[in-house]
């Protein structure tokens, strides 16, 4: 049972647009949900995270929605950067007693064209 | 200020043939995390550790073993490997439960290929 799920494998986009990558979520445990970039042969790194007691989250180029009642988060990057092709996972904890593990989406590979 | 290290970085086996894959993080975290990234499957975890001394099961913990030598260092082994564990595989750290501290750090990764 795939409790995160990121539904398109894939997006394009050109530079200078805005770039939207989009996650669903099953379990009403979750409380808190990250954005990992990851580029080819390099491990997934950090990008923003948000509190299910927010409901928007900026740093710089990167928002990241959350709609709790949709069980719904994205990823807007504004504007997309050829630098910023690469695979988005979003990933979901469950405070509490969970010891920070994750739950994973299975990643959107986005590229962005000059 | 080198993060989370992982060796190696590639590996050939045979099938039934064992390893152990190394980690070590530098940043004086308490939890610390193994992953297997399968394409189009995300990363699923295979085995944590929420601090030194302890250690639980994850997702996918069959065929796996694991060691948390201490605070820095945290071991994957596979005992008899099969073609099913050919995947790349990840560890992570983080530095405590609570305040925010929800960020987990990740190593390059180790692609192993079970033949």
């Known amino acids: 049972d795939q409790q995160v799920k990121q539904n398109s494998p894939s997006l394009s986009v050109q530079e200078g647009r805005i770039s939207i990558l989009n996650c669903d979520y099953t379990?009403?445990?979750?409380?808190?949900f990250l954005w990992y970039k990851k580029y080819p042969a390099e491990g997934p790194t950090f990008l923003i995270s948000i509190s299910s007691i927010k409901d928007k989250n900026e740093d710089g180029r990167f928002t990241v929605f959350l709609n709790k009642s949709a069980k719904h988060l994205s990823l807007h990057i504004v504007p997309s950067q050829p630098g910023d092709s690469a695979v988005y996972f979003c990933?979901?904890?469950?405070?509490?007693?969970?010891?920070?593990?994750?739950?994973f989406g299975q990643g959107t590979i986005l590229t962005v064209h000059p | 200020n080198a993060g989370v290290t992982q060796t190696p970085k590639f590996q050939v086996l045979k099938t039934g043939q064992s390893m152990t894959l190394q980690c070590a993080q530098d940043m004086n975290h308490n939890s610390m995390y193994w992953y297997r990234q399968d394409p189009g499957m995300g990363l699923r975890l295979i085995y944590y550790?929420?601090?030194?001394?302890?250690?639980d099961k994850g997702e996918v913990p069959n065929g796996y073993n694991v060691s948390r030598l201490n605070k820095r260092e945290f071991s994957l082994r596979l005992e008899s490997a099969a073609p099913s564990q050919t995947s790349v595989y990840f560890c992570?750290?983080?530095?405590?439960?609570?305040?925010?501290?929800?960020?987990?750090?990740f190593g390059a990764g180790t692609r192993l290929s079970v033949l």
């Open positions: 992570a750290s983080r530095l405590r439960q609570g305040l925010g501290e929800n960020i987990q750090y």
């Open positions: 379990n009403s445990m979750f409380d808190y």
């Open positions: 990933a979901a904890l469950a405070g509490g007693t969970s010891y920070g593990k994750l739950t």
């Open positions: 550790s929420a601090s030194e001394g302890t250690t």
